[in-house]
């Protein structure tokens, strides 16, 4: 069976945040896109996206669709080849491999719905269910807004909260303090720099933040792109604050990186960034040969079902954006139970279809559908 045709969709959702916008360390937006791809074949659909600018949309309708196009739906990681192949040229990381991301899950989710299989039973998963961390926190949020978001899934069961930090360093003793209050003293805190701050700089916070707060989980206190860093802060810091990076990593090689030396104590993937399902495995594979657990970036729809398939699986970002976002554009997403994301295993493929009714009103890309 070949694939029929292929189309590509752009929403742009704006934030709900303070004035419009969200912020983090080192950037303020004021609304999020999702690109997302169906592609069709025997009379039914496989739906997969990414998030990124609108340009990843053109990029798939310009570099993939004719690839796939006309193409055998049985093997998706064939496909994949064919596609990482084209876009050589063009531009394999960043904005390519969002592309073929979303591409390669829409891929999966067809021969899953073709096989009337949930996508997590059509994949050598090694487990049922994906823990997950509340994330959000922003760094233009007021106290109250924090501490409520927060709190607020602490109190739906979820253990272990997220909360951008070092925008404005000298802000977070007060914040982090408010949220250690509101939470209690058994949930774990995590924090996430985005790579905001310099060596000598994240070293100091990283002892303050677990010997004040007992924070956990310090993600990206430097660039990812700063491998030296990262490892100085391994190895000097608190024993008991992991170190995390890897949400940008869109090859192999980027993984590689990561693992080697190591740079982080816990190594993170995106499944829309580092090629989608057929991607994943690469980093699920460095990360169980060098003893480290993964955890999964954002995309909870999506991440609930890839992530089951990775054996040394830590956790879920359950990301306040993608949660709002996927929840305003898509049916059939999924939400905490217990602290836990359970696949739908009662809907075939991915479980999800899209709301065009509501989605229209944020379309930037592709033709409307009527």
Same mark, same amino acid.
């Not at 969709?9 to 004021?30: C, I, K, M, Q």
């Not at 949930?187 to 007992?214: Q, V």
């Not at 989980?217 to 604050?241: T, Y």
């Given at each position: 069976?070949?694939?029929?045709?292929?189309?590509?969709?752009?929403?742009?959702?704006?934030?709900?945040?303070?004035?419009?916008?969200?912020?983090?360390?080192?950037?303020?937006?004021?609304?999020?896109?999702?690109?997302?791809?169906?592609?069709?074949?025997?009379?039914?659909?496989?739906?997969?996206?990414?998030?990124?600018?609108?340009?990843?949309?053109?990029?798939?309708?310009?570099?993939?669709?004719?690839?796939?196009?006309?193409?055998?739906?049985?093997?998706?990681?064939?496909?994949?080849?064919?596609?990482?192949?084209?876009?050589?040229?063009?531009?394999?990381?960043?904005?390519?491999?969002?592309?073929?991301?979303?591409?390669?899950?829409?891929?999966?989710?067809?021969?899953?719905?073709?096989?009337?299989?949930?996508?997590?039973?059509?994949?050598?998963?090694?487990?049922?269910?994906?823990?997950?961390y509340g994330s959000g926190g922003f760094t233009n949020y007021s106290l109250d807004r924090?501490?409520?978001?927060?709190?607020?899934?602490?109190?739906?069961?979820?253990?272990?909260?997220?909360?951008?930090?070092?925008?404005?360093?000298?802000?977070?003793?007060?914040?982090?303090?408010?949220?250690?209050?509101?939470?209690?003293?058994?949930?774990?805190?995590?924090?996430?720099?985005?790579?905001?701050?310099?060596?000598?700089?994240?070293?100091?916070?990283?002892?303050?933040?677990?010997?004040?707060?007992?924070?956990?989980?310090?993600?990206?206190?430097?660039? =990812?792109? #700063?491998?030296?860093? +990262? !490892?100085?802060?391994?190895? &000097?810091?608190?024993?008991? $604050?992991?170190?995390?990076?890897?949400?940008?990593?869109?090859?192999?090689?980027?993984?590689?990186?990561?693992?080697?030396?190591?740079?982080?104590?816990?190594?993170?993937?995106?499944?829309?960034?580092?090629?989608?399902?057929?991607?994943?495995?690469?980093?699920?594979?460095?990360?169980?040969?060098?003893?480290?657990?993964?955890?999964?970036?954002?995309?909870?729809?999506?991440?609930?079902?890839?992530?089951?398939?990775?054996?040394?699986?830590?956790?879920?970002?359950?990301?306040?954006?993608?949660?709002?976002?996927?929840?305003?554009?898509?049916?059939?997403?999924? =939400?905490? #139970?217990?602290?836990? +994301? !359970?696949?739908?295993?009662? &809907?075939?493929?991915?479980? $999800?279809?899209?709301?065009?009714?509501?989605?229209?009103?944020?379309?930037?890309?592709?033709?409307?559908?009527?």
């Amino acid at each position: 069976m070949e694939v029929d045709s292929v189309e590509v969709h752009a929403f742009e959702v704006p934030t709900d945040g303070p004035d419009g916008r969200e912020e983090d360390g080192t950037l303020a937006w004021e609304s999020t896109t999702m690109v997302l791809v169906r592609v069709h074949a025997g009379g039914r659909t496989g739906l997969g996206y990414t998030y990124g600018d609108v340009a990843v949309a053109a990029f798939a309708e310009s570099e993939l669709a004719d690839v796939v196009r006309g193409r055998s739906v049985t093997s998706p990681p064939a496909l994949w080849h064919l596609m990482d192949r084209r876009i050589r040229n063009a531009g394999r990381p960043g904005v390519g491999a969002m592309a073929v991301s979303a591409m390669d899950v829409a891929l999966w989710d067809l021969k899953a719905r073709l096989l009337e299989l949930p996508l997590v039973h059509l994949l050598p998963a090694w487990h049922d269910q994906v823990p997950v961390y509340g994330s959000g926190g922003f760094t233009n949020y007021s106290l109250d807004r924090l501490t409520d978001q927060l709190a607020g899934w602490v109190d739906q069961g979820i253990p272990r909260v997220k909360l951008k930090t070092s925008r404005d360093p000298g802000c977070d003793p007060r914040r982090l303090t408010a949220v250690r209050t509101a939470v209690g003293d058994e949930p774990e805190i995590f924090t996430d720099a985005n790579g905001a701050l310099g060596r000598k700089e994240a070293l100091y916070w990283a002892g303050r933040f677990h010997d004040e707060w007992d924070v956990r989980w310090f993600e990206e206190p430097v660039s =990812s792109d #700063d491998l030296a860093g +990262l !490892r100085m802060l391994r190895a &000097r810091g608190p024993a008991r $604050l992991e170190i995390a990076a890897g949400e940008y990593a869109s090859t192999a090689r980027d993984f590689a990186g990561l693992v080697e030396g190591p740079a982080v104590d816990c190594l993170q993937a995106d499944v829309t960034r580092c090629g989608g399902v057929t991607g994943l495995p690469a980093a699920a594979g460095l990360a169980a040969a060098h003893h480290m657990d993964l955890s999964a970036h954002c995309a909870p729809a999506l991440s609930a079902h890839a992530f089951c398939a990775v054996r040394r699986l830590r956790h879920l970002e359950y990301f306040h954006d993608h949660v709002r976002v996927e929840s305003l554009l898509l049916d059939g997403t999924l =939400s905490p #139970d217990g602290g836990v +994301l !359970r696949p739908d295993t009662g &809907r075939p493929g991915l479980g $999800l279809d899209v709301k065009w009714a509501d989605a229209e009103r944020y379309r930037v890309w592709g033709t409307r559908r009527t």
